[in-house]
């Protein structure tokens, strides 16, 4: 059964698509030489908004995708996720679920009329939990019936956390979010951390709010992600940043460039797959 790793927060332009993407590439890098199911990692896009990346981050072609996340969500029956799965041009064992800006709208808009609709993406992707290691969900920065969908379907979530005041003042919604979400529908649910994003070293600002969160979060704190021009631009060129700077070597042991921002992901990747890996 997959891991599923919801990346919430309903502040917008934190990292979260910038997270979810590196983290599923990154992942995908590491598992590449298992075996079936225990290579594969999905990443499914629940953003409607325009810039969300994954929509045509694998995708250059542009073409619009037959059928999308927004059909799963809202079609009685819904069709099967596996029709739904893409390729990406990265990573051959990276797949990825897309969604179209205007039908995720319109999605968000109809689901709270619908039967059972807090659970519609997590019954979709049942189907397909047993071919992956890692499902990777990107949200929107908005509450509501999206952002619940995707934390019902995951077992955690990363919080990225922009290193400003603002940042870190908006968690408590998002916090309460979980709680609901824990009670009615996945007692279960943790959150495997929050990643400080967005880091300015040479900001005096942003090392006050690295410490408020160290002592407030603790050991949930993840190693941060520094401000980067080559997460910027791989952003822009629609790649993760694995593929946009990649090392002249790459084992799966080793995926990180001479870039700061593949260590600092690559250091993500590690520490997520230690807190979910069974021991040996
Ligand atoms: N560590 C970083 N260094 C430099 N630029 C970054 C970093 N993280 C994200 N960005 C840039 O900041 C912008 C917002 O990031 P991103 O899209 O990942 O945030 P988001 O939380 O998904 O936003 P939204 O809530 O709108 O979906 C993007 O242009 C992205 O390239
Ligand atoms: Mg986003």
Excluded: W
């Excluded at 045509?56 to 542009?62: C, I, L």
């Excluded at 952002?147 to 956390?161: Q, S």
């Amino acid at each position: 059964m997959a891991i599923t790793i919801t990346i919430a927060n309903e502040k917008g332009g934190v990292g979260k698509t910038t997270t979810a993407v590196n983290l599923a590439a990154g992942l995908a890098l590491r598992l590449i030489n298992r075996a079936g199911a225990a290579s594969r990692v999905l990443l499914v896009d629940m953003d409607p908004q325009g810039h969300a990346l994954l929509a045509t981050a694998f995708d250059r072609s542009q073409q619009r995708h037959p059928a999308s996340l927004a059909s799963l969500l809202t079609e009685t029956p819904p069709p099967s996720a596996q029709r739904l799965i893409q390729k990406s041009e990265h990573h051959p064992n990276l797949f990825y679920i897309p969604s179209d800006h205007s039908e995720m709208i319109h999605a968000a808009r109809e689901l709270p009329s619908l039967m059972a609709n807090e659970t519609r993406l997590q019954r979709a992707l049942a189907s397909v939990q047993s071919d992956y290691a890692y499902i990777i969900i990107d949200t929107p920065p908005t509450t509501g019936d999206l952002l619940i969908n995707a934390l019902v379907a995951a077992n955690l979530v990363i919080v990225p956390v922009e290193t400003s005041y603002l940042g870190v003042s908006g968690l408590i919604e998002l916090q309460r979010t979980i709680e609901q979400v824990q009670t009615h529908f996945r007692p279960d649910l943790k959150i495997l951390g929050y990643l400080p994003t967005l880091c300015e070293e040479q900001r005096v600002e942003a090392q006050e709010i690295l410490a408020e969160l160290q002592q407030r979060y603790k050991k949930l704190i993840l190693p941060p992600i520094h401000k980067a021009s080559d997460l910027a631009y791989a952003h822009s060129s629609h790649m993760d940043v694995f593929s946009y700077r990649p090392p002249r070597v790459r084992t799966s042991e080793n995926i990180a460039s001479s870039s700061r921002a593949t260590h600092e992901y690559a250091d993500l990747v590690e520490t997520v797959m230690q807190k979910t890996q069974p021991k040996p």
